[in-house]
């Protein structure tokens, strides 16, 4: 059976971990503790209500399946400690669900950390036996629901993420695809200079798109990008501002930014998500993606 290897794509502003989940079933088969430390004779309402657990173990293969299709992935060190820092330095600490469905509220990541050291990390002071390079985390959990009947009923075991990374092997097959085609392109220029081809791009993106990562433009101007977005992404903020033709391609990127959709009404300056969704056109530019995407590909 393959074994595939998933890692974060620097090029690629969807990539990295969006939500923690609590489920039955933990994939990487690390279960959590339920921490209700509370002082001697204190009251069970004065729980302090903690979770712990292994969030992702590193070179530890999980079982999947597509179809008729089963193979095992993993993740190396570097990316567990890469997708720890962006989970934070995306600000998505307060997105949880329950069993990879349900969106919950009051749950909040309050700890994270890499396992450097397993007789002297916190881990095992509660009997977690997490490998060096694991990313632990805590999770605070004020919904009553959720901790009454699904942490104390133990119908809940361990976390899962959430996220979305690139397959490296596929990677850099698309790599090699896309310089063939580039070498391609080249001697069909070079061998023949009488022809001309005519790479289809749009220019009828809503107004309203290119003021929109004008707006991101300006803040990143005074601010600083900080840790937010990837060159792809600040390459899209100029090429919107700047009303530049855009190839299918890109629009499919900008149609997929949807899924960011959840992070784009905080505050610039609070995380990455509100910067980066107007970087990439805000609701204006996304939205028209979406449709002009079903027709191009109707067409």
């Not at 990295?16 to 001697?40: C, D, K, M, R, T």
């Not at 509660?126 to 605070?140: C, D, E, F, H, I």
Request: glycine share 6%.
């Amino acid at each position: 059976m393959r074994i595939v290897e998933l890692i974060i794509d620097d090029k690629e502003d969807l990539n990295g971990i969006e939500a923690v989940s609590i489920v039955e079933f933990p994939a990487i088969e690390s279960n959590f503790i339920a921490l209700s430390e509370h002082l001697e004779l204190a009251k069970v309402d004065d729980e302090k209500r903690i979770l712990m657990g292994a969030a992702l173990i590193p070179n530890k293969k999980i079982y999947r399946r597509n179809g008729e299709d089963e193979y095992y992935i993993f993740f190396s060190n570097d990316t567990v400690r890469k997708a720890s820092e962006l989970f934070l330095m995306n600000s998505n600490q307060n997105n949880a669900t329950l069993e990879h469905d349900k969106k919950l509220k009051d749950l909040s990541v309050v700890e994270s950390w890499i396992v450097e050291d397993t007789e002297m990390d916190k881990s095992k002071k509660y009997r977690l036996n997490a490998p060096v390079g694991t990313w632990m985390v805590s999770m605070k959990v004020n919904n009553d629901a959720i901790w009454n009947d699904f942490v104390k009923t133990g119908k809940v075991k361990g976390f899962s993420i959430e996220g979305y990374f690139s397959d490296k092997l596929e990677m850099s097959l698309q790599i090699a695809k896309e310089q063939e085609l580039v070498n391609k392109i080249k001697d069909i220029i070079l061998n023949d200079e009488k022809k001309k081809i005519d790479l289809e791009s749009y220019t009828d993106y809503p107004q309203q798109a290119t003021e929109n990562a004008k707006i991101a433009l300006r803040y990143a101007e005074e601010n600083g990008w900080g840790s937010c977005g990837t060159p792809v992404g600040k390459a899209r903020a100029n090429q919107l501002a700047n009303r530049e033709p855009i190839s299918e391609n890109t629009i499919a990127r900008m149609a997929s930014f949807e899924r960011q959709r959840q992070n784009s009404d905080r505050p610039l300056g609070e995380g990455c998500g509100r910067l980066m969704w107007l970087a990439w056109g805000g609701d204006a530019g996304v939205e028209w993606a979406s449709r002009k995407l079903k027709q191009i590909r109707k067409e």
